[in-house]
């Protein structure tokens, strides 16, 4: 199936306008868990990644610029045992999973920036789970939460994706 080829992402509504920090969670216990605020993520260095959007709808949008943190940055703030294989990301009802190596990439990014502008909420803001060669629905918009596993659990990310199409 040919693509069509798309000027700029397009702009779904997204009920996550609030953002109240990024949580970072050991197999979903509260008991070992850590909030970035938005201030603390503007800490971070960042970096660059360009990237195709193709979406299983059959559109793309071609050379996405995005700027933003590392995953393995983030992840380095987690008190992680080596057990840790998993990380699941997630934005309300919306989850994707990520094996170790694949989030601690160097093309692993928690975008905060999209064309040389801030991330919008429209447009996943104020950070959005970027990787090179991710599947549409892998790029969570509006992450709120990562979540260290030893093991790896169901996620929603496909079923809800498809079930719009």
């Known amino acids: 199936m040919r693509k069509r080829e798309l000027r700029g992402l397009p702009v779904f509504r997204n009920k996550r306008d609030i953002f109240k920090g990024l949580k970072l969670l050991y197999d979903n216990s509260n008991h070992n868990s850590l909030t970035l605020s938005s201030k603390q993520l503007e800490e971070f260095p960042t970096i660059k990644l360009t990237d195709d959007f193709k979406c299983v709808e059959g559109w793309v949008v071609s050379g996405i610029r995005w700027e933003g943190i590392p995953v393995s940055s983030i992840l380095s ?71 260290a596993l030893e093991r790896p659990a169901k996620t929603t990310a496909k079923r809800i994706a498809m079930s719009r199409i």
């Open 77 to 147: 703030k987690m008190s992680l045992t080596p057990q840790v294989r998993w990380f699941l990301f997630g934005s309300g009802n919306f989850t994707c999973l990520l094996s170790k190596k694949r989030a601690s990439e160097g093309t692993t990014l928690l975008a905060t920036r999209m064309n040389g502008r801030r991330l919008t909420v429209p447009h996943g803001g104020p950070v959005r789970l970027v990787f090179k060669g991710q599947k549409c629905y892998e790029n969570i918009k509006s992450v709120d939460r990562i979540i």
